[in-house]
């Protein structure tokens, strides 16, 4: 791989995408309301806001750039940065911003106060807290009228990040972030549902806060659209001859729905002056060896059976070139935010491959580590400096994509002759994005206490 210069390409930046494309925006949530027969009570209906001037200001956050990579096996590499926004360095933020900017909307409309609660592995917790931050600033909603908690488990405390809304004792209880013991991350899920409706079958509760329980694939959809805009409008013109793959770390592969979203609405004409590619692309799937069902999914196999070195300690297998032929653990776990088991989106991706092609790979952190300066060197263009030290990184998404890409590369996951175009979606250490300070997390024991922790947020 040749080092990087100055006469790299520039890079283009497009901001404000959820403000650029909001006629496609507001499409999306109009083409996902309709699927609805009626809206849960922990639900708000799918209506976006027409952006004024200080809506305008709020969703500045929603900046994404598009860069031109060293090629890799001869195939052309683009990346689309999703991790500008410096308070959150991960694609969260366009969904976050998607959701207060709804929430307001609701706000507005029937005079209801918000309070929106999630569950989170940290990342989706961080974003939505400062998009929360943000829509104060901005002085769309005040703390009056909308708040936010997040619900994430033990194992992910080192994910948790430092916002504006634990600047005070006031504004950390009106907004909590709750860590909560369990024991296994993904039950975080059932604690924040169990607490959601033990709160709305309280009489002392049932009409002061609307609480939007915003875990629904398509709240995510909604505002992942962008990446198929910003593709169609700035990077190179896809030839109908040439295949071209996206490769993406998932858990649930919400990003990549949300893209299909956005091609199919380009496709029907949603916006005249954007031209998506002529074909809908390939997925390529990247997870770790702790989650990795959805690409089990995509072939029906199963997980292949490691065999224990014991000279040097390490798992090796050689039958399924898709998943590590060496790791420290066959279930390594690279990083905490890819917690999702068999996730309800497998089948819907699973579809997509099957249509317009893909494939997956499983990495490793041995593997990252082993390619740590060419996944450096990759990863520089797009403006993201990773730590000399492995261990000093606390989010893996961008280097668990380059690393895929390069491992895909090498067992000839991905044909040769096939763009690729890179969702960059998340990298930070603590330089970079701030820990949150131990006093303004809420720890919890179980769902009884998270209960109280909502009442006296809303109380």
Excluded at 177 to 190: C, G, S, Y
Excluded at 403 to 417: A, S
Aim: glycine share 6%; net charge negative; with cysteine.
């Amino acid at each position: 791989m040749t080092s990087h210069s100055a006469t790299e390409p520039t890079p283009t930046i497009v901001p404000a995408t959820l403000t650029r494309y909001h006629q496609v925006v507001r499409a999306a949530a109009e083409t996902l309301g309709s699927r609805r027969s009626r809206l849960g009570d922990t639900e708000l209906p799918f209506r976006v806001p027409e952006p004024d001037d200080a809506l305008r200001e709020f969703y500045a956050a929603s900046e994404v750039s598009v860069h031109e990579l060293e090629p890799i096996g001869g195939r052309r590499v683009t990346a689309l940065n999703l991790m500008r926004n410096p308070g959150t360095r991960t694609t969260k933020t366009f969904a976050s911003l998607s959701m207060v900017g709804r929430a307001v909307q609701h706000i507005r409309e029937t005079g209801e106060n918000v309070i929106i609660v999630t569950p989170t592995s940290g990342n989706k917790g961080t974003a939505l807290r400062d998009a929360v931050a943000r829509a104060y600033e901005t002085g769309i909603a005040g703390p009056d009228r909308l708040r936010v908690m997040t619900v994430t488990p033990a194992d992910s405390l080192h994910k948790l990040r430092d916002c504006s809304l634990a600047a005070t004792p006031e504004l950390q209880a009106a907004n909590p972030a709750v860590l909560v013991q369990v024991d296994q991350p993904a039950q975080v899920k059932e604690v924040a549902r169990g607490v959601v409706d033990a709160y709305l079958t309280d009489p002392a509760t049932k009409d002061s806060w609307r609480v939007w329980y915003t875990l629904d694939l398509d709240n995510y959809r909604i505002a992942d659209v962008v990446r198929a805009c910003v593709e169609a409008e700035f990077t190179t013109p896809h030839d109908a001859g040439i295949p071209r793959w996206h490769a993406h770390a998932v858990s649930s592969a919400y990003g990549l729905l949300g893209y299909s979203l956005g091609h199919q609405l380009l496709s029907e004409g949603v916006a005249a002056d954007l031209k998506p590619a002529p074909t809908h692309p390939g997925f390529f799937l990247v997870q770790h060896l702790s989650t990795p069902d959805m690409v089990l999914s995509l072939s029906g196999a199963s997980l292949p059976r490691y065999t224990h070195d014991m000279t040097d300690g390490l798992w090796r297998q050689a039958a399924d070139p898709r998943f590590p032929a060496v790791t420290d653990s066959p279930s390594d776990l690279i990083d905490p935010t890819f917690y999702t088991r068999a996730p309800v989106t497998s089948a819907e991706i699973d579809s997509l491959i099957r249509k317009h092609g893909g494939n997956g790979v499983v990495v490793s952190q041995r593997e990252c580590v082993e390619r740590w300066n060419q996944v450096q060197e990759l990863a520089a263009p797009i403006g993201v400096n990773l730590p000399a030290a492995p261990d000093d990184l606390r989010e893996w998404s961008l280097v668990m994509a380059l690393t895929g890409l390069l491992v895909g590369d090498e067992r000839g996951l991905i044909p040769k002759g096939t763009d690729v175009v890179v969702h960059a979606s998340g990298s930070y250490s603590d330089g970079t994005l701030p820990p949150a300070a131990p006093d303004s997390i809420r720890f919890a024991a179980g769902e009884e206490e998270v209960l109280k922790i909502l009442r006296t947020a809303v109380a």
